[in-house]
């Protein structure tokens, strides 16, 4: 199981780290993703199928720690079925965007931290570590530590499909003449050959939710589009239309819809 590396032609160069491995795909909290994300979050169901496929290992835990939190969709859903979340991102502007979240809904029993994974300690553990589309941090070297930091269970959420195509996007690349390989992504199925080695128990639940996202106009998609994806500018006319066959009207809103389909691995430690 190895980090996920990346190319330079895919994502804005924010998101991308040069290391002896090569080039790896890095998120970067700005405004604009921070906007998208809490829009798609009132919209999408996968968080509800999520809690849901986690019912049965809730029931039997206290305390949780959200690692990679980012605005806090899992962490304010599970701290309002009573669970003590400790929330943790290496930006602060997501960690002060989930604080201000749970002080509106007067949330309490979320205590939050602007931390690297590296930087935490294992001197506490936790009835459940939970780790969603944290793919850069699930990998061999990393393992112990976070299964030493459970006491009964690690959740880990990951990809199903090696390529990615959120809201169809490898539809956009074959159109324009991209390469549908730079859009491969670690999955599930890398995780799994380790922990059946080792003989670590695990249960696996596989997720399909609807992940779309509402925009206020059809420009604000455009951006979207170009932020996440490096488009040629030479191949913006064809983007536009493309753009202009998908978008849909939802809740008097322009909406890319995108089926996300998602592997949860529950390992009891």
């Known amino acids: 199981m190895k980090s996920l590396r ?31 994300f809490l829009e798609a979050e009132e919209t999408t169901d996968f968080y509800e199928k999520s809690i849901k496929e986690l019912e049965p290992y809730i029931k039997k835990s206290k305390t949780v720690i959200d690692i990679g939190c980012g605005i806090g969709s899992f962490s304010i859903s599970l701290a309002k079925k009573g669970l003590d979340i400790t929330a943790i991102d290496m930006s602060s502007k997501v960690i002060e965007v989930l604080r201000k979240r749970a002080q509106k809904n007067l949330i309490q029993n979320i205590n939050t931290y602007n931390s690297k994974f590296e930087s935490i300690t294992n001197k506490e553990s936790y009835d459940i570590v939970l780790m969603s589309y944290m793919m850069g941090l699930v990998n061999d070297s990393n393992m112990e530590k976070i299964l030493n930091m459970s006491n009964k269970y690690v959740v880990l959420i990951l990809p ?82 493309w753009i202009e066959e998908k978008l849909i009207i939802k809740n008097k809103k322009y909406y890319l819809p995108n089926k996300k389909r998602s592997a949860m691995i529950l390992i009891k430690v």
């Open 6 to 36: 990346k190319t330079e032609t895919i994502y804005p160069q924010s998101y991308i780290i040069k290391s002896d491995r090569g080039f790896e795909k890095k998120f970067n909290w700005t405004f604009s993703n921070i906007k998208w």
């Open 160 to 241: 199903i499909d090696e390529i990615k195509n959120d809201f169809s996007i490898t539809e956009l690349y074959e159109r324009i003449g991209m390469n549908i390989e730079l859009l491969k992504q670690q999955t599930y199925k890398e995780l799994l050959e380790p922990l059946d080695r080792f003989k670590i128990k695990y249960d696996l639940k596989l997720i399909q939710s609807d992940f779309g996202q509402p925009f206020d106009s059809k420009e604000e998609a455009l951006s979207f589009i170009k932020y996440y994806f490096k488009i040629p500018m030479i191949k913006n006319m064809q983007l536009v239309n």
